[in-house]
């Protein structure tokens, strides 16, 4: 497995990723090996040194954090932009307008136990969560009732297995996890987070070789931007697919 | 079932109980007989894993065996493998981890040697390497064996360490509990199952064999001093 490109990617892409890969798999016959985290645990993995040749984030700033210590190669480019989901047991609240000022109410009128988001230091999408309760007025009155996932994949979990009420999760995940199944499955417009960029960012790293770069690239395609779409992320337009660092 | 994962496994177990268990005779040994006054201090590191956190252990292995540590860099520079995230960090990891698992039964076993058998050895002209190999050993034995049997098991089982200090990377830190876990984030609970419960029945049966031969072994070795 020596030669097989290893890489770390934002646990809220894991379903998206590991279809490309199986689709990369049948039409190159080369294959990858994945690695799925928090964005800030892969981050400072690779800054202690971590074999992984291509980091997939969540966000753009640990890629920026990666590539001022001088740990990446070549300009970074975003592959998607994330979407946020505000899951709600059945019950709680039915479908509203605005999911976000129903939660306040809930847990104004303390009905709300368990409040799930991925750890807003780390993990971009609970940063991310986090923005969006402060938007809304409701982190304070959420805090004490919060439940941290260690990355995305985790919080998904928590809600899926969990005595939860409202989770704040990526919409891809929230949707492999069938969590629209059990309750309320809403998106967060870009609007109610308004602090916080969801770019999703890739960048390669110094041990790229030249497998790294073809799935670099395949990862860039239309294949590819057709099933992060189909998993509920936003794809960037072509024009500014390539970002300046 | 992720036979890699398992192979994996299997591999640092190995790996782990070669070059831990001569430490662990050395060591228990001598701690049995050592009269020196640091002797509970010394103790208390080689327990230290048990009480330990995982992380605690695998936070220290990270700063001080990092590529950015000088050890770490120390390590790549003479011999070109890097101590985290790789296969030879994890059998590292593993050895410090299952140094009490090794040491104190050892220690124990050894300690139930009596001194007159020392003296009664020397008298009958053995030396003390005759003594060690022909007397010690064979008494002590069982501590050895169950020693094996612990370190084997932990190792099969050893989760945190292994994730903070190898990531989870397939086909070279991916262990089989590694892979149950991984799996379980990616909500695929059916291949959780599966493996879970192979480690479960693997684990099992590693155990019982060891106390099986111990209690083979024992009885006979009580008739026989």
């Known amino acids: 497995m020596a030669g097989v490109p290893l890489i770390a990617a934002a646990a809220s892409i894991r379903p998206a990723l590991e279809e490309i890969s199986t689709r990369y798999n049948e039409v190159t016959g080369e294959s990858v090996r994945l690695v799925f985290g928090s964005s800030g645990t892969l981050a400072n993995q690779i800054a202690n040194g971590a074999p992984y040749v291509l980091f997939l984030s969540a966000n753009t700033a640990y890629v920026r954090w990666l590539a001022g210590l001088g740990l990446t190669q070549g300009p970074p480019v975003t592959y998607a932009e994330g979407v946020l989901a505000l899951y709600s047991r059945s019950g709680l609240f039915g479908e509203t307008e605005n999911p976000l000022m129903a939660l306040d109410s809930a847990l104004q009128h303390g009905v709300v136990k368990r409040l799930v988001i991925a750890n807003p230091e780390y993990a971009p999408y609970g940063t991310a969560a986090r923005a969006a309760l402060e938007h809304a007025g409701s982190w304070t009155r959420a805090r004490p009732f919060l439940l941290l996932g260690a990355n995305a994949g985790q919080a998904v979990q928590y809600a899926l297995q969990g005595d939860v009420d409202v989770a704040l999760v990526p919409l891809p995940l929230a949707r492999l996890a069938k969590l629209q199944e059990t309750g309320q499955l809403q998106v967060l417009p870009k609007e109610t987070f308004p602090s916080v960029e969801l770019h999703q960012q890739m960048v390669l790293l110094p041990g790229a070789d030249q497998k790294t770069h073809e799935f670099f690239a395949y990862l860039q395609s239309i294949d590819s931007q057709e099933i992060f779409m189909r998993h509920g992320l936003l794809v960037p337009s072509p024009v500014n697919l390539t970002l300046q660092p | ?225």
């Not at chain 2, 782990?16 to 640091?38: N, Y």
């Open chain 2, 1 to 225: 079932m992720d036979w890699n994962a398992f192979h994996l496994s299997l591999q640092l177990a190995a790996w782990t109980l070669v070059l831990l268990l001569p430490i662990g005779i050395v060591t228990g040994r001598w701690l049995a007989k050592t009269q020196t006054r640091a002797r509970p201090w010394l103790q208390a590191f080689f327990a230290l894993p048990l009480v330990l956190p995982p992380t605690v252990v695998g936070y220290y292995l990270l700063v001080f065996t990092g590529t950015r540590s000088p050890i770490g860099e120390f390590i790549m520079s003479w011999f070109g493998v890097s101590l985290v995230f790789s296969f030879p960090g994890l059998v590292v990891a593993s050895i410090l981890v299952n140094l009490p698992f090794a040491i104190l039964p050892v220690q124990r076993a050894f300690e139930a040697v009596s001194n007159e058998l020392h003296d009664a050895a020397a008298c009958c002209g053995m030396t003390p390497w005759q003594t060690f190999t022909r007397i010690e050993m064979p008494l002590a034995w069982p501590g050895v064996l169950s020693a094996a049997v612990l370190t084997l098991g932990h190792t099969l089982g050893e989760f945190g360490v292994v994730l903070m200090v190898g990531g989870n990377i397939p086909g070279e830190t991916r262990t089989l509990s590694i892979a149950i876990f991984d799996r379980v984030q990616a909500f695929d609970p059916l291949a959780a199952g599966r493996m879970a419960g192979f480690l479960l029945l693997i684990s099992l049966v590693t155990v019982a064999l060891g106390y099986g031969v111990l209690e083979r072994r024992g009885p006979q070795r009580q008739k026989s001093t």
